[in-house]
């Protein structure tokens, strides 16, 4: 079963980088797309963007298109957002999940494992 695990969150300026990783610590037999989401609080949980399990495609939202980069790493089970040039407004806790089904949508309700989430903040 697949078991997902965020790390890398943390305090950052305005323009800074940071990476967040996604270590999928089960015994995963099946191949899987993998999302990003993060969520500010009282609001939703937005997408960010998806990989697919081949790594060959990838989407992201509007808002962090040109900024944000996932990439994937099946051989050590880690998926990484790579967060560049970061704003104030990107402070949330971030998710990464995982679709056995393949999807590569923006619906949360079609992710079948969350991470427990990682906190970031953006100070301006």
Avoid: H
């Avoid at 943390?10 to 999302?35: E, K, N, W």
Wanted: charged letters at 15%; hydrophobic letters at 30%; glycine letters at 14%.
């Amino acid at each position: 079963q697949v078991q997902l695990v965020e790390s890398g969150g943390g305090l950052v300026q305005a323009g800074g980088s940071l990476r967040l990783s996604c270590a999928d610590s089960g015994r995963t037999f099946s191949p899987y797309s993998t999302g990003w989401f993060r969520q500010a609080p009282g609001k939703e949980r937005d997408f960010i963007g998806v990989i697919s399990w081949s790594g060959s495609y990838t989407g992201y939202a509007e808002s962090v298109k040109g900024r944000f980069t996932i990439s994937r790493d099946n051989a050590k089970n880690t998926v990484t957002l790579q967060m560049n040039s970061l704003k104030p407004e990107d402070t949330a806790v971030y998710y990464c999940a995982a679709s056995s089904q393949g999807y590569r949508g923006a619906n949360p309700g079609s992710y079948n494992y969350w991470g427990q989430g990682t906190q970031v903040t953006v100070s301006s």
